[in-house]
């Protein structure tokens, strides 16, 4: 993509009309109708120079409204779909947001008192000309916990397609898909990536995987991304049969050697990928090899991005990161440029391997258990479709560990299932081979499903 660019608009048109498409729910519009044509009724005029609120549910009318309101207005502050009610407020006030943009599902679902109110809809209305860019409009996303008020954090197009720079154009044009909301990070870096190279077929908030998956047959996806959490529901569905991507990739969490397995085994032709990113850090790596874990010769090595572990946890410096917190006195990196991600990583033989969130650790008698770590064993299980791994309080210890475990699916190559009893029996004693006692669930509980945040990941208790 072209670095100058002052809009994405002009970064996608660089080098001509782009042919590229995007499909949603509802409908199917093609990117070189924008060159003459709003998605915001003819009222774009009103939101000039302005701090714009995009609270949209439909993921199609918010792509056509990115792509046209950036380098026309001052800030575009992206509120995914599930921003609770009582956050609106605090965003507004730390965004200085002036005016928003909604739909009409969005308008009836949360009131929102700004001086200026703009309908969008996926329904494009003729106009003579584009108008050039006037700015280059920050970008302002949300984190993604699953408690408390969400803190916003502030980009640039330059540094949310950083990790683009330079790359040339694919020899064809390229069908991306995505799990991922396009307001989350993860989402929002899949679509400037298809925008750039081709189209994108956009999932809906509660649309079946298996009708998502159809779309994205239809359109003759190529390219396709989501968390492992996503990945490993869409196993369980078989919906993956529908689709045959040349490159899969996986972010968001922990991809452990299971879910890679499960997904060369499903897509034997495609790259599988496995990313990690976060809001605030940018993107960091790739990894294709089809191991767990990233090559420890990533750390401490040249290059734009910088990797290197400090109290055992990852920090990431990149042209990628943040500019910093909005409103907030918390300073989003540290005096030497690097982000503390969080992340707990252990190097062992020349790799290494995620662990957990710092803030996800159980303590079992002083002792340390990693949920992730364990959920890994548990997960290699050729019966185990996904597990979570939590604390459970207890009088001598403090805390036990605890497991829950969604079951394969039966039939195919597997045949008939073992019973319960069987199963759990098989995966105490294999976590008994492969941890320390201490992290050995004391309780291992076969459940139905377990509860997905809207951003792809694992619901867990202490997130």
């Given at each position: 993509?072209?670095?100058?660019?002052?809009?994405?608009?002009?970064?996608?048109?660089?080098?001509?009309?782009?042919?590229?498409?995007?499909?949603?729910?509802?409908?199917?519009?093609?990117?070189?109708?924008?060159?003459?044509?709003?998605?915001?009724?003819?009222?774009?005029?009103?939101?000039?120079?302005?701090?714009?609120?995009?609270?949209?549910?439909?993921?199609?009318t918010a792509a056509l409204v990115?792509?046209?309101?950036?380098?026309?207005?001052?800030?575009?502050?992206?509120?995914?779909?599930?921003?609770?009610?009582?956050?609106?407020?605090?965003?507004?006030?730390?965004?200085?947001?002036?005016?928003?943009?909604?739909?009409?599902?969005?308008?009836?679902?949360?009131?929102?008192?700004?001086?200026?109110?703009?309908?969008?809809?996926?329904?494009?209305?003729?106009?003579?000309?584009?108008?050039?860019?006037?700015?280059?409009?920050?970008?302002?996303?949300?984190?993604?916990?699953?408690?408390?008020?969400?803190?916003?954090?502030?980009?640039?197009?330059?540094?949310?397609?950083?990790?683009?720079?330079?790359?040339?154009?694919?020899?064809?044009?390229?069908?991306?898909?995505?799990?991922?909301?396009?307001?989350?990070?993860?989402?929002?870096?899949?679509?400037?990536?298809?925008?750039?190279?081709?189209?994108?077929?956009?999932?809906?908030?509660?649309?079946?995987?298996?009708?998502?998956?159809?779309?994205?047959?239809?359109?003759?996806?190529?390219?396709?991304?989501?968390?492992?959490?996503?990945?490993?529901?869409?196993?369980?569905?078989?919906?993956?049969?529908?689709?045959?991507?040349?490159?899969?990739?996986?972010?968001?969490?922990?991809?452990?050697?299971?879910?890679?397995?499960?997904?060369?085994?499903?897509?034997?032709?495609?790259?599988v990928a496995h990313a990690f990113?976060?809001?605030?850090?940018?993107?960091?790596?790739?990894?294709?090899?089809?191991?767990?874990?990233?090559?420890?010769?990533?750390?401490?090595?040249?290059?734009?991005?910088?990797?290197?572990?400090?109290?055992?946890?990852?920090?990431?410096?990149?042209?990628?990161?943040?500019?910093?917190?909005?409103?907030?006195?918390?300073?989003?990196?540290?005096?030497?440029?690097?982000?503390?991600?969080?992340?707990?990583?252990?190097?062992?033989?020349?790799?290494?391997?995620?662990?957990?969130?710092?803030?996800?650790?159980?303590?079992?008698?002083?002792?340390?258990?990693?949920?992730?770590?364990?959920?890994?064993?548990?997960?290699?299980?050729?019966?185990?479709?996904?597990?979570?791994?939590?604390?459970?309080?207890?009088?001598?210890?403090?805390?036990?560990?605890?497991?829950?475990?969604?079951?394969?699916?039966?039939?195919?190559?597997?045949?008939?299932?073992?019973?319960?009893?069987?199963?759990?029996?098989?995966?105490?004693?294999?976590?008994?081979?492969?941890?320390?006692?201490?992290?050995?669930?004391?309780?291992?509980?076969?459940?139905?499903?377990?509860?997905?945040?809207?951003?792809?990941?694992?619901?867990?208790?202490?997130?």
């Amino acid at each position: 993509m072209r670095s100058d660019a002052r809009s994405l608009w002009e970064s996608i048109t660089a080098r001509g009309v782009p042919a590229g498409r995007l499909h949603g729910t509802s409908g199917c519009v093609a990117l070189a109708e924008l060159a003459h044509a709003s998605a915001l009724g003819g009222r774009l005029a009103e939101l000039r120079d302005a701090t714009v609120l995009i609270a949209i549910k439909d993921q199609l009318t918010a792509a056509l409204v990115l792509l046209e309101l950036d380098g026309f207005v001052r800030r575009l502050v992206l509120c995914a779909p599930d921003l609770a009610a009582e956050h609106y407020a605090g965003v507004i006030e730390r965004s200085q947001a002036e005016a928003c943009v909604r739909d009409a599902a969005s308008a009836a679902a949360v009131p929102l008192s700004l001086r200026t109110s703009v309908l969008a809809e996926p329904r494009l209305t003729p106009l003579p000309a584009r108008p050039a860019a006037r700015h280059a409009s920050e970008w302002i996303l949300l984190t993604s916990g699953t408690t408390g008020a969400p803190k916003l954090v502030l980009h640039t197009l330059a540094s949310l397609t950083s990790a683009l720079a330079g790359q040339p154009p694919p020899p064809q044009p390229l069908v991306w898909s995505t799990f991922y909301d396009i307001r989350r990070y993860g989402g929002l870096q899949i679509f400037l990536r298809a925008v750039h190279a081709g189209s994108l077929v956009l999932s809906q908030a509660e649309e079946p995987v298996l009708g998502f998956l159809e779309r994205a047959a239809a359109a003759g996806v190529t390219h396709i991304s989501g968390t492992p959490s996503h990945w490993r529901k869409a196993l369980m569905s078989g919906a993956v049969t529908r689709i045959a991507p040349r490159y899969v990739r996986l972010s968001g969490e922990i991809a452990d050697q299971a879910v890679l397995d499960s997904l060369r085994g499903a897509f034997p032709q495609a790259t599988v990928a496995h990313a990690f990113a976060s809001t605030e850090a940018g993107v960091a790596f790739e990894v294709r090899d089809g191991h767990a874990g990233f090559p420890a010769t990533l750390l401490g090595g040249g290059g734009p991005v910088e990797l290197r572990v400090s109290d055992e946890t990852l920090r990431v410096r990149s042209p990628g990161t943040a500019t910093c917190y909005l409103g907030e006195a918390e300073s989003l990196r540290a005096a030497d440029g690097f982000v503390d991600t969080g992340d707990r990583v252990e190097e062992r033989d020349g790799r290494c391997h995620f662990m957990g969130r710092r803030g996800g650790v159980i303590n079992v008698g002083g002792q340390k258990v990693h949920p992730e770590e364990v959920e890994a064993v548990i997960n290699a299980h050729p019966w185990v479709r996904m597990s979570l791994v939590r604390a459970r309080r207890n009088a001598i210890t403090g805390a036990i560990v605890t497991a829950d475990v969604v079951l394969a699916e039966e039939g195919g190559a597997r045949g008939a299932r073992p019973a319960g009893d069987v199963l759990t029996r098989e995966l105490a004693e294999h976590c008994r081979q492969a941890l320390a006692a201490h992290k050995v669930p004391a309780m291992i509980r076969i459940v139905p499903a377990l509860e997905v945040s809207p951003s792809g990941k694992l619901v867990r208790p202490n997130a």
